[in-house]
């Protein structure tokens, strides 16, 4: 395979180690010898015939040939993609290939997506008139109010279809490294993919670098409907490879990065932000922001050290301080554990939305109304059985991904977090799952095969709308 050589002395914002080299093996090799290393070129992978290939035999199977027509939109070729659900990738001997894409591809002609732009580049604009184009374009995007929030490797475009077709109104990829989505093709074609479905879209990167930043940005602004820059992320990762929430230690650089963006961008820049301990802090923090040019902020109301979601309360109050702070539009992020939680953040804070991450991923259909078993408790006499359950959303969440192909370490880790109640009740079905170094799509149909004859469904509950009303504000009453 052609490779091209990589000396890490010249990029000292990355570091070598965490979960991003674990996420990116395929760039990075194994770790031994981060200072030198050599990333593969793109390829095309060799077709070989699955086990799914008669797609009568599989009752899971959408019809290929029913609905719209559907692309997998990769902008990043001079060609674009549309994927052979009936083939896979071929790989050699035993590895583990949850690195490859989870099906092959022929390639298609396809034009040049509808562009977000806002017609010229930010920076001409100061003040007031600055705010005025910040709502314009939120207005013309609808006002979503529920919305995808980013996740690394959890995010990507069949998650946020699914999320989209059970209500979800907007929606962010997950974060994308800024100067390897510059410098490598492979990893801005596997990590990057989008189709005419998927708006409204943010587009999230991390930097420590405007220049690099930049650079990355124009790559997808033409794709999508806000480029959004990652101040948020709270892990050792981030803090190794200097971005995220640790960037909030040097405002200077963030102001810088926000303020490139702004100055050369067609589309609108939108930050993600965690809260400072001290409310003044947070608001001054909220404030320069917008003045360098962010035209959306959302909010995360946990500080940089709150961890811990299910323990720690996300701060809805310093969210509401923020939101009468700016005049720009502001969306709340944390304590979102079902649709009703998202009507009432919307109420207390004022915000335009809301993000919602974590609970998305056990329960996709999350903004379609829909309750995992857990936040029930307490309102069994007035919810009932929605008649979904999560094996069903696994599903078709796989249909999506034989149209619109990701690596199977996505794929994996989606199972996982769909059927992880499944799983405690069958851990043998679980087991069988890690046991497997290639994952294939008739694997996967069979697991749902598998747990549905063990007995034991898991259903999702909704609102029995016979035994009780719901609110002005969204709770249960």
Not at 251 to 278: A, Q, Y
Not at 292 to 310: F, N, P, Q, W, Y
Not at 380 to 389: A, H, R, V
Request: proline share 5%; with cysteine.
């Amino acid at each position: 395979m052609k490779t091209t050589a990589l000396n890490f002395q010249h990029h000292p914002q990355i570091k070598s180690s965490g979960n991003f080299f674990r996420h990116h093996k395929n760039l990075f090799g194994d770790g031994s010898n981060r200072r030198h290393l050599r990333l593969p070129m793109r390829f095309k992978p060799l077709l070989s015939t699955s086990l799914f290939t008669k797609h009568h035999l599989n009752p899971h199977r959408s019809n290929q040939n029913s609905g719209p027509s559907l692309f997998h939109f990769n902008p990043f070729m001079a060609t674009q993609t549309l994927p052979l659900s009936s083939q896979t990738l071929s790989t050699n001997g035993d590895d583990n290939n949850d690195e490859f894409l989870c099906s092959s591809e022929v390639t298609t002609s396809l034009s040049e997506p509808e562009t977000a732009s806002l017609g010229h580049p930010n920076g001409y604009l100061t003040g007031e008139a600055r705010i005025e184009r910040a709502w314009a374009h939120w207005n013309k995007l609808g006002r979503p109010k529920l919305v995808v929030a980013p996740m690394v490797d959890n995010s990507e475009l069949p998650f946020r279809l699914l999320c989209r077709k059970y209500g979800a109104q907007a929606a962010y990829t997950p974060m994308l490294h800024a100067r390897i989505f510059s410098e490598s093709e492979k990893y801005r074609s596997e990590e990057f993919t989008t189709c005419k479905e998927d708006r409204p879209l943010f587009v999230q990167f991390c930097a420590n670098d405007p220049d690099v930043l930049l650079e990355a940005a124009q790559r997808v602004e033409p794709y999508c409907d806000y480029v959004d820059i990652n101040f948020g992320c709270p892990q050792r990762i981030a803090r190794r490879g200097y971005y995220g929430a640790f960037l909030m230690d040097n405002l200077p650089l963030v102001k810088s990065l926000v303020e490139k963006l702004s100055k050369n961008l067609n589309v609108p820049v939108s930050c993600k932000i965690r809260i400072f301990p001290d409310l003044q802090d947070t608001i001054n923090y909220a404030k320069m922001l917008e003045e360098a040019g962010c035209a959306l902020l959302a909010v995360h109301g946990r500080t940089r050290d709150e961890k811990d979601g299910k323990k720690i309360r996300a701060n809805w109050k310093i969210i509401k301080a923020v939101r009468d702070a700016v005049r720009i539009p502001v969306l709340a992020n944390g304590n979102i554990r079902h649709v009703e939680d998202a009507w009432q953040c919307i109420e207390e804070t004022g915000v335009e939305g809301v993000l919602s991450a974590e609970t998305l991923l056990e329960n996709p259909a999350l903004f379609a109304g829909y309750r995992t078993a857990e936040w029930v408790l307490g309102h069994e006499e007035i919810c009932k059985d929605g008649n979904l359950d999560q094996a069903e959303l696994l599903v078709e969440y796989l249909q999506f991904c034989e149209k619109y192909p990701v690596p199977w370490r996505m794929i994996r880790s989606h199972v996982h977090k769909l059927l992880g109640e499944w799983f405690r009740v069958h851990p043998d079905v679980r087991e069988d799952l890690n046991a497997q170094n290639k994952l294939t799509f008739e694997f996967l149909y069979g697991i749902v095969d598998r747990l549905r004859g063990l007995g034991g469904r898991i259903p999702l509950f909704v609102k029995d709308s016979s035994r009780c009303e719901l609110s002005a504000n969204g709770t249960f009453g």
